[in-house]
């Protein structure tokens, strides 16, 4: 087979750019491709629903490549452990009611589930603004390439329109901060110290829609309480981007 670099351009332009125009309405955008925002995303893409999956850096997995301080390990306890069973992540069992998992595996198996329940990846996409009109709901995002915000280029963004947002941006909580900032009912407390019972045992409560359309989990939701921090242990990112999936889901269905 003769190959033409023209034609390599174009496949990879047109398709792009296809997915582009489908995706300017979806029912959900998830923003963040860390531990909640890859479960929430995955587990909506199955239920049928059209989900983007909005992520500002070259590689989703946010904090969870990481594992603890470079170990590339993460800890999830007994409660979240079903979650690792069902998108086949596998995990030893240390102490009681403690399961290790390779934090590489983790993020592959999360990718590979959103990607094979048909979730759209946009990369090196990130979020500066939010849509909100008269009816007062969020209704889309306001987004520009992450290169142009890196070199301060004074460049206009564009837009995607949404159903429901998720903020799962992790500690920076972007979206409720920047509904915050320009007067919306969201306040922002930021998170406390490290304290991983409290923090991993309040997460599904701090999960929910903080603004009409817009459901915040994983650590956005932690921070917008002034809920603790928990470190690497990852059962809650999990739980929360699942709890985040059925709100999402029951808001698109009322
Ligand atoms: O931080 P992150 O992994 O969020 P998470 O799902 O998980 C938190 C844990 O990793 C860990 C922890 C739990 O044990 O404390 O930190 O809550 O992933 C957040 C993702 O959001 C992206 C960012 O690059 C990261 O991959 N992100 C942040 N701001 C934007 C964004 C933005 N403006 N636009 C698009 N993506």
């Known amino acids: ?137 969020l209704s889309g995002l306001v987004l520009n390439w992450t290169p142009v915000e890196m070199a301060g280029l004074h460049i206009d963004p564009l837009t995607m329109g949404c159903h429901v947002a998720v903020d799962a941006t992790g500690h920076d909580a972007v979206l409720a901060r920047l509904v915050e900032r320009k007067g919306g009912t969201v306040r922002v407390k930021g998170e406390g110290f490290m304290w991983a019972q409290r923090a991993e045992g309040e997460i599904l409560s701090h999960t929910r829609e903080i603004f009409p359309g817009l459901v915040a989990c994983g650590m956005a939701a932690n921070a917008v309480a002034g809920e603790h921090r928990m470190g690497p242990v990852f059962g809650g990112m999990l739980l929360s981007g699942e709890r985040a999936a059925a709100l999402a889901g029951s808001l698109l269905r009322t």
């Open 1 to 137: 087979m003769e190959l033409d670099e023209i034609t390599i351009s174009r496949a990879i332009v047109g398709s792009q750019m296809e997915k582009f125009l489908e995706f300017m309405e979806m029912d959900v955008a998830v923003v963040g491709g860390g531990p909640s925002g890859l479960t929430a995303s995955a587990i909506l893409s199955k239920e049928g629903y059209r989900v983007g999956l909005i992520e500002k850096k070259l590689s989703v997995g946010g904090g969870m490549w990481g594992g603890g301080m470079m170990f590339p390990r993460i800890v999830v306890q007994e409660e979240a452990r079903r979650l690792l069973d069902r998108f086949g992540i596998h995990s030893t069992p240390y102490g009681k009611g403690y399961y290790v998992a390779s934090s590489v595996e983790a993020v592959a198996k999360l990718t590979a589930a959103a990607c094979d329940a048909g979730v759209e990846f946009f990369t090196l996409f990130s979020v500066e603004d939010v849509m909100i009109h008269g009816d007062g709901k």
